[in-house]
């Protein structure tokens, strides 16, 4: 089964506890979205993805990875 | 809860509360062929007529015109909700038919006044249903992913 994970729990953490809030603003989506993307129940499109990477200061692939099973 | 989501709740309770009491209104009329004859009954209705587009119309159409408030997950909500709309509309047009072509069948004509209560079933019905669409996408969504 293929899967998408996220690191954007530990991004946050990492980035001085940045809150759910900043991190919707930054992105420029809604703090639900972002629950739903932390707690794996959402697959954003490559748009928003890009931009929660960019909010980190990141590579998309520092906060997504791709599974193939 | 997401704005819209708790946006969508408010119009769906709203317009269902309206919905009963007019449902309420025409069945303890007695008889339904009758409520073009009574001027506060068709009052009530048209009130509950554009009451419950309107409802949903301010509340959640307005809420999509605030980009911080609505965002791609919200949309693809939107977009799935319309498919419950459809079938709702749909559903109801087959059991006003059924119905009505069983009661009336011995007849064989429908009273004329049906034609304005199908049309308003359904205008009353298809915003209700999104709202509803709604709902069960957010819940959907969160359970399943």
């Given amino acids: 089964m293929d899967r998408v994970r996220n690191r954007i729990r530990r991004l946050r953490f990492d980035h001085d506890e940045m809150t759910q809030e900043e991190l919707a603003s930054r992105a420029g989506c809604t703090r639900q979205t972002i629950i739903a993307l932390e707690q794996g129940k959402y697959v954003p499109s490559i748009e928003l993805a890009f931009r929660i990477a960019r909010a980190f200061g990141a590579s998309l692939e520092e906060v997504f990875q791709y599974e193939h099973r | ?145």
């Fill in chain 2, 1 to 145: 809860m997401a704005p819209l989501q708790k946006r969508a709740l408010y119009s769906f309770v709203i317009g269902l509360v309206l919905t009963i009491a007019l449902i309420i209104v025409l069945v303890l009329q007695g008889d339904i062929t009758a409520f073009g004859e009574h001027l506060r009954l068709r009052l009530f209705m048209y009130t509950v007529l554009i009451g419950v587009p309107l409802i949903y119309l301010i509340l959640v159409n307005l809420t999509l015109r605030k980009p911080s408030q609505v965002d791609e997950r919200d949309r693809l909500i939107i977009e799935r909700s319309a498919r419950a709309q459809w079938l709702a509309v749909i559903f109801s047009l087959v059991i006003w038919t059924i119905v009505l072509t069983e009661i009336y069948r011995d007849q064989g004509q429908v009273p004329i006044v049906f034609i304005n209560l199908i049309f308003m079933s359904a205008l009353i019905i298809s915003p209700l249903a999104q709202s509803l669409g709604i709902l069960v996408g957010y819940w959907n969504m969160n359970r399943n992913g």
